[in-house]
């Protein structure tokens, strides 16, 4: 008869993960299991007391206090010894086709199976880990181990055991979601088991690339926003070749605005906002692009968070060079001393309820050459008490060429601007 598979996986809370990270995962092993047994999927978390049996998954106790990665140091404790033989699986995995593929490369359960690090050949990567019963290396690991040292328990691994194999020696069905460094995994390969995201953006943070929306809607469908109720503004003075991109990146069912004229971008914004009908309005400069989730996340996150205006994640790209660059805010609800200190809110990222400039009026065409306007207006919106929203999702792709504003600025002249406008709010 055939044995139950036990999938083992790690949650440490206060990190980049969360209980959504387990339900998403847990969601597609079983949904693409095939066989008759399910298999059965555990979960150290740190906030579980005692075994909880949700039916779907299992939460069991995290005893250790290690940080990061290090956490992972349990799975070796021989504790885990009753659930042996098992297939752990980071959290930053999607999984694409059934994991029993990966279970069937397991020929002999006696070998310490390990990914290879994608970017180190002959290192290991410990995201993908098939820990046999009574193994001998798992023990070494855990009798070895004396407290974290460094950032990563990968690199701490390298020196202790070595794998009996790596899992991409067994097949070229797993995959990295960024092969190239800065590249993303755009596309899905027809022969794909696993995508290892290993580092940001995580899942939830990707979801600009449409298969891991898709991936991310199968476990949590979206609720259906009234899209016509937002107004996107392009204000531009020229076309610089990436208008028609930019004007195609917006939903159709949302009122667009092209405002072109002779000023900064500040000026054309404002005067079309007179014409906007949107209950939510958002400005998009000409050389950037929205993501495919950005309205419907953006009016998401400031209904649901009761907020007057929200920011969030950006892709840069570089028009000169290959390379990408994901932005995630250090601060997700900044104070306006905050700001004051340093301005780390990514302005293509931004949307606004139409009440805002209602009470506050729009963008300041007073302050220069139109590269810090944005700044002041949302320190505005922060000292007239205005709540501000973080929406965890990539809103838009932001794009970097030698034209831009902000490159052909002079450094001094957007020096003093920020110096301007800070002494305004201090």
Known sequence: MESRKTIVLVLRSGGDFAFRDVELITSHINGKWKSEIRPRILCLWDKAKEHYDLGNVEFIPLTNDQPGTWSRIALYSPEMDQYRPFLYVDLDTAIINSIENIFDLVKDPSQFITLEDFWQKGKTATGLVWFPANSEKVAAVWNSYNGAGGNRMD??????????????????????????????????????????????????????????KSYVETAFPRRVIPIH????????N????????????????????????????????????????GDFIKYLHEDDLLTPNCIEDSVNAIESQNVDFIHGNAIEFYMDRKRKRFFRPPIKYPTVEDLLNKNKIHSATLMYRREVF?????????IGRGVSEEYEFNLRCLKAGMKIGYCDSILARYRRHPNQKIKTTNKEVKFEERELVKEMYR
């Open 229 to 236: 109720k937002v107004t996107v503004i392009i204000p531009y």
């Open 238 to 277: 020229r076309d610089r070749g990436f208008l028609q991109a930019a004007i195609d990146s917006v939903p159709k069912d949302v009122q667009l605005l092209l405002s072109k004229g002779d000023g900064y971008w500040t000026a054309n914004f404002n005067k079309a906002l007179k014409d906007a009908t």
């Open 358 to 366: 209602e009470k506050l009026g729009g963008f300041n065409e007073e």
């Open 155 to 212: 690199k701490y691994l390298w020196g202790v055991v070595q794998p009996d194999a790596f899992w991409q020696s067994l097949t070229n069905t797993i995959k990295d979601f960024k092969p190239h460094r800065h590249e993303l995994l755009e596309e899905l390969p027809e022969n794909t088991d696993l995508v290892c995201f290993h580092g940001k953006p995580r899942v939830f943070d990707a979801q600009a690339v449409s298969w891991v």
